[in-house]
């Protein structure tokens, strides 16, 4: 059963950074392809930003783009989400997913294309 627990949420003024880590378990972590996406309260699940299952291939939404990356570590089963000079437009809930992916690598960024999903990690920036 695959396990995705998110961490690293918080509390952070405008302009700050926060580095978000999601830890897999469950699964072959080298065969799936990672995902962010986030939940403002009253607007729906967005896309945020995604990694392939070698590394190779990112993608981001336009509204982080420059400011948010994304990172595996295959050896500890993580993705990373780092988020720098973050606005109020940043809060959210934010929710790590995977999808089992083979080749050739794309990059998956529609909910609908990720089978298992954490639990959530709050972000709010407030001064």
């Known amino acids: 059963q695959v396990q995705l627990v998110e961490s690293g949420g918080g509390v952070v003024q405008p302009g700050g950074s926060l580095r978000l880590s999601c830890a897999a378990s469950?699964?072959?972590?080298?065969?799936?392809?990672m995902g962010w996406f986030r939940q403002a309260p009253g607007k729906e699940r967005e896309f945020v930003g995604t990694i392939s299952r070698s590394g190779r291939i990112t993608s981001f939404a336009d509204s982080v783009k420059g400011r948010f990356t994304i990172s595996r570590d295959d050896a500890k089963s993580t993705v990373d989400l780092q988020m720098n000079n973050l606005g109020s437009e940043d809060s959210a809930a934010y929710y790590c997913a995977a999808r089992l992916t083979g080749y050739p690598e794309t990059a998956y960024t529609s909910e609908q294309e990720y089978t298992s999903w954490g639990q959530g990690t709050q972000v709010t920036v407030s001064s």
């Open positions: 469950g699964l072959t972590f080298t065969y799936y392809a």
